[in-house]
């Protein structure tokens, strides 16, 4: 009971509703092309096909950032 109440009472959460009831992966990092985003993002795509309460959390700034939102948008995947 104590983590559900932590969640509901979480800024991440009242910021992001919908992450709620997912699992999330995070990165965490500076958004570089050499960090090779795009692979995480396949790998995710692959893990939503089999599950679908996984979300992905990409929090850092960098100079691949537009580009990643363009390629999730693309995708038809909700950016935030």
Not at 37 to 43: A, G, K, Q, R, S
């Amino acid at each position: 009971a104590q983590k559900t109440e932590e969640k509901e009472n979480s800024s991440l959460y009242k910021k992001f509703p919908n992450l709620k009831d997912k699992k999330i992966l995070m990165y965490a990092g500076r958004v570089g092309h050499e960090k090779n985003l795009h692979f995480l993002i396949d790998v995710l795509k692959k893990l939503v096909d089999k599950f679908d309460d996984v979300m992905l959390l990409i929090v850092g700034e960098g100079n691949a950032k537009e580009g990643l939102a363009n390629d999730i948008k693309k995708r038809a995947w909700k950016s935030m």
